[in-house]
């Protein structure tokens, strides 16, 4: 079983630019995650849907970050415009079952 | 606000040896309390997790022992190995919301 792909694995830009990171998740998993972890901390969720609608987004910083998953399939994390402390790994996970997710590589993000 | 935390931020061992890794907890409400593992460049893999009801749960060289009353729960691994070397991450779960919430991680590094 092929696991959770993420593209690209990492992304370099400079502040105020925009940047989207995209995934795709177990087939048949119906509930996907984005994650945002910063060095030396757990991933803090910043937004899951439940196939293409949204379960919770209320950790996700809505004036610059936006998600889609209009097929309820694929999915695409946007910033825009990035901010310095936006330097992060974007983690994608997806679950059949709340119980167990299944995460990706991540993208690392640097931000200049 | 509701956290999972970590006593301890490193822990070295020799290969061969019992490895514990302890977590505190402050959300009585979470259904399960689960161990993630994450080796660098990937993201976290699900090791095992422990039902909320529950005292003691074992898998493959692995045991996480919940104590609810000081709010605590450990990870054992029997006969550490190299491939044990990794940052290990506690969290609770709330099933109802399939909501992971991490907490800071502990790098675990084993010596040959």
């Known amino acids: 079983e092929a696991g959770v792909a993420q593209s690209p694995r990492y992304k370099i830009i400079e502040k105020r630019q925009s940047v989207a990171f995209w995934c795709n998740p177990i087939?048949?998993?119906?509930?996907l995650y984005w994650y945002q972890q910063i060095l030396g901390q757990g991933p803090k969720l910043l937004i899951q849907f439940q196939n293409n609608g949204v379960v919770d987004d209320s950790q996700l910083p809505k004036d610059r970050f936006s998600a889609e998953r209009l097929k309820g399939v694929d999915s695409t994390l946007k910033i825009q415009p990035a901010k310095l402390e936006d330097s992060a790994v974007y983690l994608c996970a997806s679950s059949r079952w709340t119980n167990e997710q299944f995460f990706g590589p991540g993208t690392r993000l640097t931000v200049l | 606000g509701e956290s999972v935390g970590l006593h301890l931020p490193t822990l070295s061992v020799q290969e061969g040896d019992n490895s514990i890794i302890n977590c505190a907890y402050s959300n009585s409400a979470s259904d399960y309390f689960i161990w993630y593992k994450q080796e660098s460049g990937k993201g976290p893999q699900f090791i095992i997790d422990i039902r909320s009801n529950m005292d003691k749960r074992q898998g493959q060289r692995v045991t996480v022992l919940l104590n609810k009353t000081v709010k605590h729960l450990s990870l054992q691994i029997a006969a550490t190995q190299p491939g044990d070397s990794a940052v290990y991450f506690c969290a609770d779960l709330r099933a109802s919301y399939g909501k992971l919430t991490f907490g800071q991680g502990t790098i675990l590094t084993v010596h040959p």
């Open positions: 087939s048949g998993h119906a509930t």
